[in-house]
T-cell receptor, first 109, second 118 residues
Framework: GQNIDQPTEMTATEGAIVQINCTYQTSGFNGLFWYQQHAGEAPTFLSYNVLDGLEEKGRFSSFLSRSKGYSYLLLKELQMKDSASYLCAVKDSNYQLIWGAGTKLIIKP | GAVVSQHPSRVICKSGTSVKIECRSLDFQATTMFWYRQFPKQSLMLMATSNEGSKATYEQGVEKDKFLINHASLTLSTLTVTSAHPEDSSFYIC??????????????FGPGTRLTVL
């Protein structure tokens, strides 16, 4: 079967750094996406990785290791508005997007 | 760029009525649109994939006669929940893939429609 694993919930402090991990087992791989979803709202696109390595976009970075079936989303200089769920999704060999259950990130002052 | 709108944002209806939700890609053409449902504190669940000009592909367990999808143009897809019942109450979200984008068919989401069936 296909599986995406993320921690259910994480807590971090405003101004700090947090790393949200995602491991996947899918039939093939055609890219990995990270989305942010605030409560009651639709997801917004954060990043896309298809090659190994780190992609940096401002305060957010995403890393991929295809051989390990592993990715992480790194959030720096955390702000209260970063409190949200972070969804990891992998596109499989059929170009179907397989979604993780999401990680709820709680930022404390 | 890559803006997707959804209408209405919120709807309350009586049991047995039908509700239509529109999804539009505002600044790009989308050959493929996706319809998701999300129950409180749960992950996104893909309901169907809609391709312009052809029949939608429904996920296992989703009744195609109950959730009617039409994708008449490259910028518009509609989802009609027919004979809605309280158990259909959920957050319905559409997304669209950017045909001309260089971002590997990234899905861009509409703001969602919160359906409450009384």
């Amino acid at each position: 079967g296909q599986n995406i694993d993320q921690p259910t919930e994480m807590t971090a402090t405003e101004g700090a750094i947090v790393q949200i991990n995602c491991t996947y087992q899918t039939s093939g791989f055609n890219g990995l996406f990270w989305y942010q979803q605030h409560a009651g709202e639709a997801p917004t696109f954060l990043s896309y990785n298809v090659l190994d390595g780190l992609e940096e976009k401002g305060r957010f970075s995403s890393f991929l290791s295809r051989s390990k079936g592993y990715s992480y989303l790194l959030l720096k200089e955390l702000q209260m508005k970063d409190s949200a769920s972070y969804l990891c999704a992998v596109k499989d060999s059929n170009y179907q997007l397989i979604w993780g259950a999401g990680t709820k990130l709680i930022i404390k002052p | 760029g890559a803006v997707v709108s959804q209408h209405p944002s919120r709807v309350i209806c009586k049991s047995g009525t039908s509700v239509k939700i529109e999804c539009r890609s505002l600044d790009f053409q989308a050959t493929t649109m996706f319809w998701y449902r999300q129950f409180p504190k749960q992950s996104l669940m893909l309901m169907a994939t809609s391709n312009e000009g052809s029949k939608a592909t429904y996920e296992q367990g989703v009744e195609k006669d109950k959730f009617l999808i039409n994708h008449a143009s490259l910028t518009l897809s509609t989802l009609t929940v027919t004979s809605a019942h309280p158990e259909d109450s959920s957050f319905y979200i559409c997304s669209a893939s950017n045909l001309a984008g260089g971002d590997a068919d990234t899905q861009y989401f509409g703001p969602g429609t919160r359906l409450t069936v009384l």
